[in-house]
């Protein structure tokens, strides 16, 4: 009698815990919380990911080595090629020492690849780490090194002139 008694109480119990089982799956999110977007917003995300697409192209290796190609003699700075008599390599491939300084302020300048093809002569940016007073010494020793070479180039140019004759 004691045992059967003890199963009755048993069952009571589990049909309680059905039932607040029930109670909790009632309680859940509305379906039409579904994400759903405007037409615009489908064309602006397309339009994104035609952008992402071309930007992946654009970054491709391919299309980098395509760019990083010397328009005037064809080598691929990319992989490190120059033309020594080439004006558009301009003795460097993509980076090179500061031109300021002669890179011995340790600075690497890199190339301006649009200038460059542009303008057909090597374009380079970037920013010599030496204080802007000794900058300016070595600018003026430049400018005075192309002005010395130009005259002896104006020279040669007149001695031939004088021999032709
Ligand atoms: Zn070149
Ligand atoms: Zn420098």
């Known amino acids: 009698m004691d045992h059967d008694e003890a199963m009755q109480i048993e069952e009571d119990a589990d049909c309680s815990h059905d039932s607040g089982c029930m109670l909790e799956e009632s309680v859940g999110a509305p379906p039409f919380f579904a994400v759903q977007i405007s037409r615009e917003e489908f064309q602006r995300q397309a339009k994104e990911h035609t952008k992402e697409a071309l930007q992946r192209l654009v970054g491709s290796l391919e299309f980098k080595q395509m760019q990083e ?10 992989l490190e090629h120059i033309s020594l008599e080439c004006a558009e390599c301009g003795g460097f491939a993509i980076q090179r020492p500061c031109p300021i300084c002669s890179g011995r302020c340790g600075q690497l300048w890199t190339r301006d ?50 021999c032709d004759r």
């Open 69 to 78: 190609t010397c328009k005037t003699c064809n080598v691929c700075w990319s």
């Open 113 to 162: 690849i649009d200038m460059s093809h542009a303008m057909r002569t090597a374009h380079w940016q970037g920013d010599c780490g030496l204080p802007k007073e000794q900058q300016q010494v070595y600018l003026y020793r430049a400018m005075m090194d192309d002005s010395e070479t130009a005259i002896s180039e104006a020279l040669k140019e007149l001695n031939t002139e004088n």
